[in-house]
């Protein structure tokens, strides 16, 4: 230590520096209040020995004025002045003094004072690293935080959590939440979202969810079907995080033309569709561990679909909302959730839903995160409607001539998605890329005609029935792991005609075709709106300058104009 010693005799001073010497500490000194307080100043010691009675400034003043100085550290005074009364002691500890030796000093009881404050000092020095230690790893996690919340939320937030069918909150119980929502609308139009809960809380939770993020995006954004999204997210993240980290999730299409909701649940709450008439007309309870648990070729993306033939919602929730304690303890308790959805007007379901919450909170924190979806499926958005509008003028001038032919056997139209991969060739030629959507529609109504009626031999009609388009999924999945043989063939030609840039789309399939005539026929019929099959070929046949069939048909020919 560096000990100042005040005194205006120097025996006295002189005692002191022995002591504190033989101790191993430094001295320096000064003769009255004055020297004191600009030594102190000068010299930033750690103790200091005042004498009270001395010239031009007595002790008691110096020291109430060093208590004004500032300093980042504590500067113990132990006054050492021959007034011995209970009243000088006092007065002396009450003017800042924190000790009190009287003269003559007692040496041994000099020595164990100066050990003694060398301890606590010890202790503040320890005290005070730490303590930077501390400000730094906050000001560190700060930063971390800052920088954590501007990348995360640039990740998380777009434009399809906007969707004006889409009402939602996330309400963290940590700074980061490891609930994760996500929605897009696909090439086609079908509304995907996303509600992923990953393990823990906090950074280390979001941190495990946002890989999530750009798989979702990119691949909605291609037009891949929800069974390979939820694929390659499990991939994803059973390749990237510990095995102690993984992700349960929803993921959900609603298609508004078809009026269908497709559903995959891993570890989640089931999704409820709940009716205009307060029914809940469909559940999806969980069928698949989280995501990042199992081996790819261990998981499965098998998805539930359901055919809803009236307006209704679908509900999503992470299980902190439906573990919220109501006094029964945090157990998994769908009744609350399905109780006031059913009971409630479907206009005020997501804020009879909010103040739930609000209610059972009250000022406190939930024990997880909340998070909570809802999607209004609707019966009026039109199919035109559902899908990007195409550009008004895009070409101006010639496009260069193109031409893409491919061909594909039974083990590539089982597992591959074509259509996705077709529109990442497409996407490359720049007079395309601003027609994707469009291009989209196309060819997957003309490819899944070809793969559903011409090989799979499947009949579009059987959609119509109650239930029948579940069924029809059902028998379309079965029926494509087993194909063993078939083939479909697909060319594309961008190509000048008459000055007018067009796309020519040549499918045909191996299968044994169909009445194609007798078909135009009936679609030459007015539409009654109540059947869900050759709505494809209609929507077609709007995006296009012409459709032809050919052959037995098992061949169509269709021309786009750019």
Not at 176 to 196: E, I, Q, T
């Amino acid at each position: 230590m560096k000990i100042l010693v005040v005194d205006d005799t120097p025996s006295n001073a002189k005692q002191l520096e022995m002591v504190a010497r033989k101790l191993g500490h430094e001295t320096v000194f000064a003769e009255d209040g004055l020297q004191a307080i600009e030594q102190y100043r000068k010299e930033q010691p750690d103790l200091i020995f005042m004498d009270i009675m001395m010239p031009r400034m007595d002790g008691i003043t110096a020291a109430e004025h060093i208590r004004t100085l500032p300093n980042e550290k504590w500067v113990p005074i132990i006054f050492f002045s021959a007034l011995d009364s209970v009243q000088d002691v006092v007065r002396g500890l009450e003017k800042g003094g924190d000790d009190y030796l009287t003269k003559p000093a007692n040496l041994s009881l000099m020595r164990a004072k100066i050990n003694g404050f060398a301890r606590i000092l010890g202790m503040q020095n320890d005290l005070r690293e730490q303590t930077h230690e501390l400000l730094n790893w906050r000001n560190e996690a700060e930063e971390q935080a800052r920088l954590g919340h501007h990348v995360i939320n640039r990740l998380v937030d777009a434009g399809g959590l906007r969707d004006p069918l889409l009402e939602w909150f996330n309400m963290p119980t940590a700074t980061f939440s490891g609930d994760l929502l996500c929605a897009a609308r696909g090439p086609d139009g079908v509304l995907h979202v996303m509600l992923a809960d990953a393990t823990g809380h906090g950074l280390a939770a979001a941190l495990t969810a946002l890989p999530l993020t750009q798989v979702f995006y990119g691949m909605v954004a291609k037009g891949f079907p929800l069974a390979s999204i939820t694929q390659e997210l499990n991939r994803k993240l059973k390749a990237i995080m510990p095995a102690d980290r993984f992700v349960a999730a929803i993921l959900g299409a609603v298609d508004l033309t078809h009026h269908t909701v497709e559903i995959w649940n891993g570890g989640m709450p089931p999704p409820l569709f709940v009716g205009e008439d307060g029914g809940i007309h469909k559940r999806w309870e969980s069928r698949h561990p989280p995501l990042g648990i199992l081996s790819p070729g261990a998981f499965s993306g098998a998805t539930e679909t359901y055919n809803y033939g009236h307006p209704g919602h679908l509900v999503i929730s992470s299980d902190g909302l439906v573990e919220l304690d109501t006094g029964a303890g945090n157990a998994l308790d769908m009744a609350p959730l399905e109780r006031l959805v059913t009971s409630t007007a479907p206009a005020a379901r997501f804020r009879a839903i909010q103040a739930y919450v609000g209610d059972v909170l009250g000022e406190n924190s939930g024990h997880d995160d909340i998070s909570c979806m809802l999607v209004h499926a609707v019966m009026d958005e039109a199919p035109l409607q559902a899908r990007p509008d195409q550009p008004d003028t895009v070409r101006s001038g010639p496009v260069s001539e193109w031409r893409l032919e491919l061909s594909w056997g039974a083990q590539e139209l089982s597992s591959l998605d074509i259509v996705p991969v077709v529109l990442g060739l497409t996407n490359q030629i720049r007079a395309l890329q601003p027609h994707q959507g469009v291009l989209f529609l196309i060819l997957s109504e003309l490819f899944n005609n070809a793969l559903d009626h011409g090989l799979l031999g499947l009949d579009s009609q059987a959609k119509d029935a109650e239930g029948g388009f579940e069924r029809y999924l059902a028998q379309r999945t079965a029926s494509l792991a087993s194909l063993n043989q078939g083939r479909i063939e697909m060319a594309l030609h961008l190509h000048m005609d008459e000055d007018v840039p067009v796309l020519d789309i040549n499918i045909a399939d191996s299968g044994p075709g169909f009445d194609f005539k007798g078909y135009e026929r009936a679609q030459a019929e007015p539409d009654d709106g109540q059947h869900y099959h050759g709505r494809g070929i209609a929507l077609v046949r709007q995006l296009c300058a012409d459709v032809a069939y050919s052959g037995s048909g098992n061949r169509v020919w269709a021309r786009y104009k750019l």
